[in-house]
């Protein structure tokens, strides 16, 4: 039974396309779907490592909505197993499966070897049921990541402007700025050598990018790192758009008494500038105050029929295509008893 893992373990998927990220309680969920980067469960299990984090264990109904509403339309692998034991499903961290919400005749492991939990059974929208499946089939996966090894330049598209474009740092910010984007904000040297394209990898040309010692020095980056140039030089430059990030919901779980009022604010950060909206049930929220980056949910008089889950969703275009990062807000209500 162990043998398909072990075998895996080797063929850990470096360049995965993220779908969807939200934001849950001091970390990040990253969602990875595509159809060259889809894998097994053992290849979840390390891509997830390697990020920095680990394949999600939603041990809790709250954690459990938030996976199945960043998979959404999607089958997901999730962190857990009974491949030590039929039917004694485990967490990848050795916990029991206690809390479980397995879809109707699931677990009922088919064929004898479906050993390993995956999400959104059936592919039903954001159902967030779980089923036991075969180990070596091929479904896309979400991350728990904690926010400080989280990088936000995961959901960087780079642009390089080159030869003729040489102009000075100014004028490359300014050009970067006119197209909805920013003269990129790199920190090292593995992002501009793996994920910017069209960078000679025998080249020592060095790129504007946005770091600005005084008045007349100027960041660059080069495969030797960064460094400074004088600002009015002419380089080649590189622009980046950012998907929505640093999403930041105010509180994140609340128990109200009927009549009750409450203000939640969610804000985030991107480039272009994101739509910050609230949502409940798939449906735009009425009462919310909107702002620039950022967007206010408001509760008033609350009732019974207020509890549940709410979602902030922070939208913009990269690249031609909406992205989106969210956070969730839980409502509970009770009631007092004269």
């Known amino acids: 039974m162990l043998r398909p893992i072990v075998f895996v373990c080797l063929l850990s998927l470096t360049f995965a396309a993220l779908k969807r990220t939200a934001q849950y309680k001091g970390t990040t969920l990253k969602f990875y779907v595509d159809q060259q980067d889809t894998t097994i469960f053992a290849g979840a299990i ?20 938030a996976v199945a509403s960043v998979a959404r339309g999607y089958e ?17 961290d050795g916990e029991d499966v206690e809390w479980a919400n397995w879809s109707p005749g699931e677990p009922n492991n088919g064929g004898n070897d ?8 059936k592919m039903q929208s954001g159902s967030g049921n779980w089923d036991d499946d075969q180990c ?13 090894k989280a990088s936000p330049q995961e959901r960087s598209k780079f642009t390089v402007f080159s030869g003729q474009n040489a102009t000075s740092y100014f004028q490359a910010k300014s050009f970067c700025e006119n197209r909805r984007s920013r003269l990129a904000l790199m920190e090292d040297v593995n992002t501009f050598e793996h994920r910017v394209p069209g960078i000679d990898g025998s080249s020592f040309a060095e790129y504007w990018v ?24 002419a380089l080649p430059f590189i622009c980046e758009q950012v998907a929505p990030y640093d999403l ?31 949502y409940r049930h798939n449906v735009y929220v009425a009462h919310q105050k909107r702002g620039v980056a950022k967007s206010t949910l408001v509760l008033d008089n609350v009732n019974s029929e207020d509890d549940g889950m709410y979602v902030c969703k922070a ?16 409502l509970g209500i009770t009631i007092i008893l004269g």
């Open 210 to 233: 946005s770091h600005q010692q005084d008045v007349d020095s100027c960041g660059t980056i080069s495969h030797d790192g960064i460094s400074y140039a004088r600002c009015l030089q």
């Open 136 to 148: 070596h089939d091929l479904f896309g996966y979400v991350c728990q990541i904690p926010n400080k």
């Open 76 to 92: 997901a692998w999730i962190g857990g197993s009974d491949i030590y034991g039929e039917g004694a499903f485990r967490w990848n």
């Open 114 to 121: 479906q050993d390993c939990m995956k999400i959104n059974h």
């Open 46 to 65: 390390l891509n997830c490592y390697d990020k920095g984090g680990w394949l999600v264990m939603p041990k809790y109904s709250n954690l459990n909505q």
């Open 315 to 330: 939208t913009n275009e990269v690249d031609g295509e909406r992205s989106t990062t969210e956070g969730y807000f839980w």
């Open 248 to 278: 930041s919901v105010s509180d994140e779980e609340a128990t109200l008494e009927i009549g009750s009022n409450l203000n939640v604010e969610c804000s985030a950060f991107g480039f272009p500038t994101p739509e910050v909206k609230w």
